[in-house]
């Protein structure tokens, strides 16, 4: 029986009502087995998953999608660009002396043979789609050497499609912003973010020139500097991509768009501002698929106690639990690990997010549009008329959407939200100041978690050191016995000499006890807020500087890190008010 006997068998016994569909495409594609699964894909027959699982059974071995998994990039790297581009493979892992090799055609005893002599080690191959393996090479391999490449095309183009005249608008470009070499620049640059795992991009124009910069691990890093006249082409694509007005220039516009880049699809947020030497751009990545395996409580750095008493918040039928801190500490993705957590059949989970960061299966969401009056509260008011078990809030920015909250924690439902506030127990105090009367924000508050995001130290590089006693002195008081050693990055090709590989969370959490809820039914008054921290440590309440050094001192981050990100062990003075 042939390989492609085998897939159809099964594919027809999971779907014997699609029997004349998959015959005929299988009759007619019988040679060419990957566009038959690309249209059975597009055709929704089966998940993508479930399709290329389907194939590399027919063909006696494992699928991997390269794009899902946690792989080093020297792992990637073992293969030369233009070999792996060749032979449709990559290098997935080392174990003793063999390798895992994604292969769009792991049959191919040629073929795996020179990979043999190539990386001398024995092959183990797994199937991967070609569009996958095309992606990660691109990704890893190929998307910073092409950055220069194409930028050099979309160069040696602008003169022969402009003449000598002077770039001054969009419409001078509006040719060119639909050229295969402007498009292959904005994808490296694409690529290129993903690859380093940037968060958002800036296109940023000056006086003479412009500049790419990436925010990755949270500070801002230069990627790529541009001529004036690229500047203007990409913002353009980015307008053309996002549906904005290409001809406004002197007002801020905001859009979005999704974008597939071979087996990589994403979506992205863009505002375009005008500034002082022409517009900048900024794209925000949303929901990127290499993240979306990280949606895990036990993958987000909680400590042991604090997990436990946050899935023990979240097994609550109903109540409130916030997430708090700043723009960027990673707010989204604990609730989303949360929701995660939740996430069952005999459970409604729905969400109102301005934006929608990631697809979640399973989970009804909705987009808050605030042009068209969709607010985060009309939106609440509707979703609790669909028979909610579980809301997740994108944010409570407002006082009706405070007492909505509240008052759908009260009717048995449980309510997933953030606050902007700089520790957990300010969250409890700021929806009294902002109108919740404290008689409903008492019992429905169930616990509250205050975060940041340090850099993780990169493991390739991490080396241990003693520090002196200066650095020790702020954050350790009368310290005695043995020396502490803590740890740092030297610096290396796989973190871009940074030091740093991605990053961590550090935590604060609060378990509202029974005392803690009559306290905030009282009136506000000044001792109000030292009783509540008083009686937060009681229950074992620890700061986000507690958590931070923890972290140093295990390896994870460096106390320079938690220097910068929490403040000093020490009461906060704006509970004392």
Not at 44 to 73: C, H
Not at 162 to 190: F, K, Y
Not at 250 to 271: C, I, K, N, Y
Not at 371 to 397: C, H, Y
């Amino acid at each position: 029986m042939s390989n492609m006997e085998k897939f159809l068998g099964s594919m027809l016994k999971l779907l014997p009502e699609q029997e004349h569909l998959i015959s005929s495409r299988a009759e007619a594609l019988k040679n060419q087995p990957m566009q038959l699964l690309k249209e059975l894909l597009e055709r929704s027959i089966l998940t993508k998953a479930r399709i290329y699982q389907l194939w590399a059974d027919s063909l006696g071995v494992a699928y991997v999608n390269p794009m899902s998994v946690a792989i080093p990039t020297d792992e990637y790297e073992q293969l030369p660009v233009e070999i792996a581009r060749r032979t449709e493979a990559v290098a997935l892992h080392t174990l003793g002396n063999t390798v895992t090799v994604a292969m769009a055609d792991p049959l191919n005893a040629r073929q795996i043979e020179s990979l043999g002599k190539i990386l001398g080690k024995e092959i183990s191959p797994v199937f991967a789609h070609p569009d996958e393996i095309r992606t990660v090479i691109d990704m890893y391999l190929g998307a910073e050497g092409n950055i220069a490449t194409n930028l050099q095309s979309v160069c040696d183009k602008l003169p022969s499609m402009l003449g000598a005249r002077e770039i001054t608008s969009a419409a001078d470009v509006t040719d060119l912003v639909n050229s295969r070499a402007v498009i292959e620049l904005l994808n490296s640059i694409i690529l290129t973010a993903f690859r380093r795992h940037a968060s958002d991009i800036h296109f940023e124009v000056r006086a003479d020139d412009s500049r790419v910069r990436m925010r990755i691990d949270g500070d801002m890093q230069t990627i790529l500097e541009l001529p004036r006249a690229v500047h203007l082409t990409l913002i353009v694509r980015l307008k053309v991509l996002s549906h904005l007005d290409v001809s406004q220039t002197r007002l801020p516009q905001d859009g979005a768009f999704e974008l597939d880049l071979g087996a990589l699809h994403t979506a992205f947020r863009v505002s375009a501002l005008p500034s002082l030497y022409g517009e900048k751009a900024v794209l925000r990545v949303l929901g990127s698929p290499l993240e979306q395996s990280k949606l895990r409580l036990e993958s987000l750095g909680f400590g042991q106690h604090t997990l436990e008493a946050l899935k023990r918040v979240i097994a609550c039928p109903n109540g409130i639990l916030l997430v708090c801190g700043p723009t960027g500490s990673g707010k989204t993705t604990t609730l989303y690990g949360c929701l995660s957590e939740l996430n069952r059949p005999d459970l409604n989970l729905v969400t109102i997010e301005d934006p929608v960061e990631y697809r979640l299966p399973g989970i009804t969401q909705h987009q808050v549009n605030s042009q068209v009056g969709l607010t985060f509260a009309k939106v609440l008011r509707s979703i609790l008329r669909q028979d909610p078990d579980v809301i997740l809030i994108g944010e409570i920015r407002d006082l009706e959407t405070a007492l909505i909250a509240t008052e759908a924690a009260l009717t048995g439902h449980l309510v997933l939200t953030n606050l902007h506030t700089n520790n957990a127990l300010q969250a409890v105090t700021r929806l009294v100041e902002i109108g919740v009367d404290p008689y409903l924000v008492a019992p429905t508050t169930m616990g509250v978690l205050s975060q940041r995001l340090v850099r993780r130290i990169c493991s390739s590089c991490k080396e241990s050191y003693e520090p002196t006693q200066q650095e020790l002195d702020p954050f350790f008081k009368d310290l005695a016995g043995p020396p502490i050693k803590l740890y740092r990055g030297r610096g290396c090709p796989k973190c871009f000499n940074t030091g740093f590989i991605g990053r961590v969370g550090i935590y604060e959490f609060v378990e509202v006890s029974e005392k803690m809820r009559e306290l905030i039914s009282e009136k506000q008054s000044g001792s109000q807020g030292r009783r509540l921290i008083e009686e937060a440590r009681k229950v074992g309440h620890r700061t986000l500087r507690y958590d931070g050094l923890k972290k140093a001192l295990i390896g994870w981050t460096t106390l320079e890190e938690v220097a910068r990100s929490t403040l000093p062990e020490m009461d906060n003075p704006s509970m004392e008010t």
